[in-house]
């Protein structure tokens, strides 16, 4: 079972910014892809950012120019750079690990909570 510890949620006012973290083991780290998706309330989930073992990033046009993932090697964590945050961003976080960035994401975090107040 993989393990993945997710921090960095909370409550920001729009225009803010956040960051948010993802930990996993190094031999999960080094070989799959890992990123995050998000959750609202009533809505399905859906693909925000994913990152590859070798450093290439996919991003959702909905955040593209304001969000950035980053991967450190040395601590086996993924970051995801949150800026010009709009209510509309409002949701559960979740990391994941995939075989690829577009595959189906074989294990979850626990999720971690972004609020942008209107």
């Known amino acids: 079972q993989v393990r993945l510890v997710e921090s960095g949620g909370g409550l920001v006012q729009p225009g803010g910014s956040l960051r948010l973290s993802c930990t996993t083991s190094?031999?999960?780290?080094?070989?799959?892809?890992m990123g995050w998706y998000r959750q609202a309330p009533g809505k399905q989930r859906e693909f925000v950012a994913g990152?590859?073992?070798?450093?290439?990033?996919l991003l959702a046009d909905s955040v593209k120019g304001r969000f950035t993932i980053s991967r450190e090697n040395a601590n086996n964590t993924v970051y995801l750079q949150m800026n010009s945050l709009k209510p509309e961003d409002t949701a559960v976080y979740l990391c994941?690990?995939?075989?690829?960035?577009?595959?189906?994401?074989?294990?979850w975090g626990q999720g971690t909570q972004v609020t942008v107040p209107s």
């Open positions: 990152i590859r073992s070798y450093g290439f990033t």
């Open positions: 190094g031999s999960i780290f080094g070989t799959y892809a």
């Open positions: 994941y690990v995939a075989r690829s960035i577009a595959a189906t994401p074989s294990s």
